[in-house]
């Protein structure tokens, strides 16, 4: 059984090697798909970091009318602190909202000049919650929504927060989306050139494949090779993805840490590498074994 297979797989790279410039052709276009498969996973990571990111700084926050004591707006602030789905509540009061202000705005002289001429606080006492699972500012927002609270808050900011959200979840979507269409649309080119190179292969040896059945080989035999060329595309394609996607990722991250603090692809993509490589080389594999798999269906009658 071992000389057996052996001998098919050397048949099988002797086919590989035999059409060297085909077997380029096919092993580059299955290196575009596998690139651009890589690089939608790449994509997808990024994406989720944003919205997870994004999630973690947002906060709902009540804004309270003027005429509420500080006393009832603790009151609502243990509350709220007793939910089991809030995390943290901080409580700024008008004072300190405006102090805060002004440092954030030190340098916009029209700013200062502006507030220094009021005779009032214009900012509100708030509340900042912070919830355990962001899919849970929902039913916060609807508890500060109650009778009891309706009176007091002048407004609740979650909502904003809620579209931001949606529109960057609907963009990642939608890029992932995009990104997954036009990689079948490769894979599927992938596979039609494999199907090319192996039923070329075929009909340029039907002589040889006459006479291993004349001498009574069997159909296994005859056919396994194909699959072994086959594969072979895509284990070449997944060896050159492997060696050009590693070094530009390494160029890539730092570019996108400092747009992203935190996020670092190389780290994700070397923490990763054995899944990784075990995907693309599966998905290499695969396209090629299922290219020559139909060619042999369609064009090896024995």
Known sequence: MKKSLNRIFLVGYTNFKRNSYVSLGTTGVMVLVLILFSGLMAVNFLSSQVVVNLQEKVDVSAYFKSDISEGDILSIKSELESLDNVKKVEYVSADQALNEFKERHAGDAVIQDSLAELDFNPLQASLNIKADDPSQFASIVQFLEANKFRSVIDKINFYENEKVIGRLQS??????????????????????????TIRLTIYNQRQEIEIMKLVGGSNWHIKAPYLIEGGLYGAFAAAVTAVLFYPAIFFVSPKVESLMPGVSLMSYFTANMFQFLFLVFSVGVLLGVISSFVAIRRFLKV
């Not at 963009?171 to 090319?196: D, E, H, P, R």
């Open 171 to 196: 963009i990642s979507s939608g890029i992932q989306n995009w990104g997954f269409i036009i990689t079948m649309l490769l894979a599927v080119i992938a596979v039609l050139v494999t199907f090319n």
